[in-house]
């Protein structure tokens, strides 16, 4: 077993290795889910007993994916006690959450093991480096921004012409690094969650399904950790849209819980094969469609997933009278109000910045209008009005609410012609 200043040494190599070899390379070290499962099996069958690094090598090559090499258990030291990461102190701003009326992810199971191990931090950062740089690579191609070798990362769906969906695991280790207690670690969730909203970008992935996954967890978060991974985020278009979507899913329907459907145990008729070229619309999950309204059209079925093209998605319009709306509704959780607040005003920043990238003619039509009439600054200040702010009991949290709405305030303004 190698010692713990070896396996710096290692990790210290390993990043080198990664800013001198393309990511492609250096990720055939990493287990994936393979197209061919027939092949993987018929590698598995050879197995040597006599070698501890053998047996190593055998156990990362069974691995369904880079994440479960992560994970608590999987790599033990000797003389090492296993110990769960340290996370931070809750306080009152945390103690409401969806788990409390009946609904969990998995990440919170106190019997499972932890997504990442004490051991496997240096590695979760090795691969999103890899991540990342593939994806700047991918971009420099005239593609839209995501990484290749992320997608090798989630499971294929079920039929082969349907967008990825189950993002369930990378979601779990983002979640869990933003509730460690170091900076370094906590960056690491805001890293994986950039991957997968530029992933999002694409029409590779199932954004109705990953956009109910994310909410179910940001739901979850106390006002301290809502506004620190929102603010962690980078400012791209990409990122807007995605927080713009976020927002509204979670304000439209906190309690809404998409579940994808067992396929039914009968025969189906194998659709056409369409021709070369032929505009297909398909959609990824049709369950997914109900939830608030955000369907996407697919321009082209994905291929194989080892060398899928890059395919910009077209996010769905959400006019200027729908914020509005949703700046309007009430909060029905008192425990959520902060959140709550913290939320309508990021969907007011992300969407008026969006708005104001776009050119004239691709704008909505009734932004500026609507802007210059002042019923935008009217419908932020009825969301933050001081008897709503009031309903925040941690002196903390309101402080921060007040601080909010004196900011958005100001930044409405400016947007008005």
Known sequence: MPTPKASAAARDLLM??????????????????????????????????????????LRLRRAKCCWEILKEGFILREGVKTTASPRKT?????????????????????????????????????????FERDEAIAEKSDQVRYSPLLLKQIPTSRSERGALWDVDVPLDVAFHAMQQSGESRRSLGVRILTLLVN??????????MFLNAVSTRVSQL???????????????EAM???????????LGGRSTTLRRP????????????????????????????????????TTQSPPSMANAPSMRRKYPTISTADLLE???????????????????????????????????????????????????????????????VKKVTDVEARSYVEKRRVVLLAIVSMWRP
């Open 16 to 57: 080198k290795f990664a800013r001198t070899n393309t990511p492609a390379s250096l990720a055939l070290a990493l287990p994936s889910y393979a197209e061919d499962p027939d092949a993987v099996a018929a590698s598995n069958k050879y197995e040597v007993q006599d070698s501890w690094i053998a047996q190593e090598a």
């Open 90 to 130: 809750r306080g009152r701003r945390a103690s409401h959450t969806i788990e409390d009326e009946g609904h969990s992810w998995g990440g919170q199971d106190n019997d499972a093991p932890e997504p990442v191990s004490e051991q496997a931090w240096g590695v979760l950062d090795w691969m999103l480096t890899l």
């Open 199 to 208: 992933l999002g970008s694409t029409t590779l992935l199932d954004f109705p």
């Open 222 to 236: 106390s006002l301290e950790d809502l506004t620190y991974l929102l603010s962690a985020l980078p400012v791209t």
């Open 240 to 250: 807007a849209q995605f927080k713009v979507h976020l927002c509204r899913h979670t």
């Open 262 to 297: 067992k396929p039914a145990a009968r025969p189906r008729a194998q659709p056409r094969r369409r021709p070369c070229g032929e505009v297909a619309d398909v959609s990824a999950s049709q369950d997914a469609l109900s939830s608030q309204d955000v369907s996407m059209a």
């Open 326 to 388: 949703l700046l309007a509704r009430p909060c029905s959780d008192m425990a959520f109000t902060s959140q709550t607040l913290c939320l309508k005003g990021e969907l007011v920043l992300n969407y008026g910045w969006l708005q104001q990238q776009l050119g004239q003619g691709e704008r909505d039509e009734k932004w500026s209008d609507l802007l210059g009439d002042g019923s935008v600054q009217k419908a932020v200040e009825d969301a933050f009005d001081p008897r709503v």
